[in-house]
């Protein structure tokens, strides 16, 4: 007869050494550990707390919120977060600063996540403080050690040549650098997935990666996948899992290698080009290499690539900006025949369309968070997602109010479900508090005379 207390002691010291064999595994994995992170993520989160994660999904020209406050609600513009409502935080009557007794219009771009509106306004943007940091970047410095890629940045059709004397299109920014978002999937795809050392943080342009896509497409042409060259590392850690983690396992590189079909899925591009296009039709919508861009396809992409960097915890921290400030993309595919910029100017339906159709893609992101299981909720509940834009209203380019929105719980941390009215509170203060969510606390972050305290959220 067996002693009931030998039993646990047995069962847990057997539990125990298959945590340390796992966690000894992911270790030795390197760059490859994104095969096993999802599959692991239930075991060992029963020995530690689950990371937190910050992302930033960011849309251009705000909402029409003058003479109609309630634009940016469950039933006109967030239509598509409905189903996610109890998990989101609105924050309403939040506003920019006026720089000059002006707004800065599309001069937020440099902003509105810096919170540093030092020698910049929306026509001269000669000046950049050293310090110019997005909050983003000021938390992945403290929390991205703990990663292969301390913050990964998305793009789609994010880059433009510079309007009105000075560059609408990166917001993300370190130390007085813009960090611009990478804008080809083939290229995040090779850097996420390869098992390569992770390249040096961006600085500059960031081209399509020639060798990345070159690699993908010799593969591609031999039927093979970039997961092939990892069968050492499958096979480790199928000698380690249980039934029901094997079946996660090919669950997850299936997902993967599907993803990388669709990405692969060439239309006639040479790889050579800045941007992507897809094979009309095809069946998942996915993007292909060449020279233009198709928005939705590349969307698609970056958005499940931004989940994947996630769910493989190979960031903490990301970012995903759709387009650029005054863009001048025409979306063809809900039938528009206006560009966003000359929309915002113009308003009508077809710009009511175009930001609902924006907000139905930043939803994507936020489903498949919310519908992946972590602990005892989701891998929602342990992120820190911020939807903004650079702008307030795009008609009149004011940035007060500001249509701004958290969806997950930062760990149990925040109280979703509901909004709040910040009474013409700073934007800028806002990174105070996510700082601190975060468990990473800015100082000496943002303008002084913006960054005056935490938001009071309840």
Not at 55 to 76: C, H, K, R, T
Not at 345 to 351: N, R
Not at 434 to 448: K, T, V, Y
Request: aromatic share 4%; glycine share 12%; proline share 6%.
């Amino acid at each position: 007869m067996s002693h009931p207390n030998l039993t646990l002691s047995r069962g847990s010291r057997s539990m125990s050494q298959s945590l340390i064999k796992r966690r000894t595994l992911l270790k030795g994995l390197g760059a490859a550990s994104f095969l096993a992170a999802p599959v692991f993520r239930a075991t060992l989160a029963e020995a530690q707390a689950a990371p937190l994660r910050l992302v930033v999904l960011e849309f251009p020209g705000g909402a029409s919120m003058v003479g109609n406050q309630g634009i940016f609600s469950y039933d006109q513009m967030l239509k598509s977060l409905a189903p996610f409502s109890s998990d989101i935080l609105i924050l309403e009557n939040l506003v920019d600063p006026q720089t000059g007794g002006v707004d800065l219009g599309h001069g937020c771009v440099r902003v509105h996540l810096t919170g540093d509106g030092r020698g910049v306004s929306e026509d001269e943007f000669s000046f950049t403080p050293p310090t110019l940091t997005s909050f983003d970047q000021a938390i992945a410095a403290t929390i991205g050690k703990n990663t292969r890629f301390s913050s990964l940045e998305f793009g789609v059709s994010s880059v433009s040549p510079p309007q009105d004397g000075f560059d609408r299109s990166n917001i993300i920014w370190s130390k007085g650098v813009s960090i611009p978002a990478v804008q080809d999937p083939a290229t995040m795809f090779s850097r996420l997935f390869s098992g390569a050392p992770a390249p040096p943080a961006p600085t500059g342009s960031t081209p399509a990666d020639a060798d990345a896509v070159a690699k993908l497409q010799a593969l591609n042409a031999q039927r093979q996948s970039i997961l092939d060259l990892l069968k050492a590392q499958v096979t480790d850690i199928q000698g380690l899992v249980g039934s029901a983690e094997k079946r996660r396992l090919d669950e997850h590189l299936s997902a993967l290698r599907e993803l990388e079909k669709s990405i692969m899925s060439v239309s006639g591009g040479n790889g050579g080009g800045t941007g992507v296009v897809v094979t009309p039709g095809a069946s998942c919508g996915a993007p292909s290499l060449g020279g233009g861009t198709d928005v939705p396809a590349v969307g698609a992409a970056m958005s499940e690539l931004l989940y994947q960097a996630i769910n493989c915890d190979a960031t903490r921290v990301a970012s995903l900006q759709w387009l650029t400030s005054g863009s001048t993309v025409v979306f063809t595919w809900i039938g528009g025949t206006r560009d966003h910029h000359a929309m915002q100017h113009a308003p009508g339906p077809d710009l009511v369309a175009a930001q609902n159709w924006l907000m139905s893609q930043i939803a994507v992101v936020i489903k498949r968070l919310k519908e992946t299981p972590e602990g005892s909720g989701s891998m929602l509940d342990n992120c820190l997602v911020v939807v903004t834009s650079e702008m307030g209203d795009g008609e009149t380019h004011i940035n007060h109010p500001i249509p701004m929105l958290i969806a997950g719980k930062a760990g149990g941390q925040l109280r979703t479900g509901r909004s709040v009215d910040l009474k013409g509170a700073n934007r800028a203060n806002l990174g105070l508090n996510i700082g601190s969510l975060m468990g990473a606390p800015l100082s000496n972050w943002g303008d002084p005379a913006w960054v005056t305290g935490p938001l009071e959220l309840g």
